[in-house]
């Protein structure tokens, strides 16, 4: 089994920064991609970011110029540095990997959420 375990998230002013950590632990061989996603009340979950395992990132337009993902593989741990936000990023966010065990089974594995609240 594998957990995914968030930590970082925050109220913060508009303009503010915030950072958001997700640490991975458990059955592990490999992490492929590892991302973020976002929740905001009565909406759909949405992509934020993702990174691959040899550094690749994608973002959502929403997001691009102010919000950074990157990921230390030694610790298993992906990262989303926050710039600028604003209210409209208030939601729960939540970490996904793809991870690969020993037997070569790949799955997905989501964190608990972290809530993020920016106040205007």
């Known amino acids: 089994q594998v957990q995914l375990v968030e930590s970082g998230g925050g109220l913060v002013q508009a303009g503010g920064s915030l950072r958001l950590s997700c640490a991975a632990s458990?059955?592990?061989?490999?992490?492929?991609?590892m991302g973020w996603y976002r929740q905001a009340p009565g909406k759909q979950r949405q992509l934020v970011a993702t990174?691959?395992?040899?550094?690749?990132?994608d973002y959502a337009d929403s997001v691009k110029g102010r919000f950074t993902i990157s990921r230390d593989n030694a610790k298993n741990t992906v990262y989303l540095q926050m710039d600028s936000l604003k209210p409209e990023d208030t939601a729960t966010y939540y970490c996904?990997?793809?991870?690969?065990?020993?037997?070569?089974?790949?799955?997905?594995?989501w964190g608990q959420g972290a809530q993020v609240t920016v106040s205007s």
């Open positions: 996904d990997a793809e991870v690969r065990n020993g037997f070569g089974y790949t799955s997905h594995y």
């Open positions: 458990g059955s592990i061989f490999t992490i492929n991609a």
């Open positions: 990174i691959t395992s040899s550094g690749s990132t």
